[in-house]
């Protein structure tokens, strides 16, 4: 129900846009979260948007970095990632969770869940 797009590779500093296209969800009733999960560390958040797309939130990693938008419209979620780093690689996912207000930050309360796309930052 969720598809991600737009994995690869890219140098260090440069930039890199994600989507995810949601299917048979009432999209617009859910908060959407975009999680990270690299090679032998624990899943972490990255960045949600509220369901209306009125706030969004960021790990202070990413903070002022990366950029998460929603369109209810299009049922699309985007992560755009600018002045990219190493240690941004990692296996990036999209998420889903029924909340009527607010956002969470644990990847345990989402309720659905993209494929992940690998996302590499040369340095």
């Known amino acids: 129900q969720l598809q991600a797009f737009g994995e690869g590779l890219v140098q260090a500093g440069g930039s890199l846009r994600l989507s995810c296209a949601a299917s048979r969800l009432t999209f617009s009733t859910y908060a959407m979260g975009w999680f990270r999960q690299a090679p032998g560390k624990e899943r972490e958040f990255v960045a949600a948007?509220?369901?209306?797309?009125?706030?969004?939130y960021y790990a202070d990693s990413v903070k002022g970095r990366f950029i998460i938008s929603r369109d209810n419209a299009k049922n699309m979620v985007t992560l755009q990632m600018n002045s990219t780093k190493p240690e941004d690689t990692a296996v990036y996912y999209c998420a889903a969770e029924v909340r009527y207000y607010g956002i969470s930050y644990n990847w345990k309360t989402y309720n659905y869940w993209g494929q992940g796309t690998q996302v590499t930052v040369s340095s």
């Open positions: 948007v509220t369901r209306s797309g009125g706030n969004t």
